[in-house]
C-alpha cells in the first residue's frame, strides 16, 4: 500500500500590475491510497482533488482590445473542478 497527499496554499495576491482586482487566498489539498496485489499486477486506488473544495481562480488570461477586426476586450477565465472523488483499477503487465 501507498499513500500521498499534497497540500498547498497561495496568499491574496493582485490580479493585476495596476492592482486593479485581488485573488483571495487557496488552500488545495489532494490525497490517495494505492493498494497493490501479491503478484504487482492489479493496483486498486481511492483518490480524492481539492478536497477542501475551493473554488480555484487565478488563471485568468487578458484578452487583447482588439485581435485583427474582431472586438474582444476582458479576460477568458477557464473553469476549474472543484471536490473530485474517484476509484481507479489499474492492471499492468
Do not use: C
Not at 492592482?19 to 489532494?30: F, K, P, V, W
Not at 485581435?67 to 477557464?78: D, K, Q, W, Y
Amino acid at each position: 500500500m501507498t499513500s500521498r497527499v499534497s497540500y498547498s496554499y497561495r496568499d491574496e495576491s493582485a490580479v493585476t500590475d495596476n492592482n486593479l482586482g485581488i485573488i483571495s487566498e487557496q488552500e488545495i489539498l489532494d490525497a490517495g491510497l494505492d493498494f497493490y496485489d501479491n503478484s504487482g499486477h492489479w493496483v486498486f486506488s481511492i483518490y480524492g482533488k481539492n478536497l477542501l473544495d475551493e473554488v480555484k481562480h487565478g488563471g485568468d488570461t487578458q484578452l487583447p482590445a482588439l485581435l485583427g477586426p474582431v472586438p474582444l476586450g476582458g479576460t477568458f477565465s477557464p473553469l476549474a473542478k472543484g471536490r473530485v472523488l474517484g476509484v481507479e483499477v489499474t492492471y499492468s503487465f
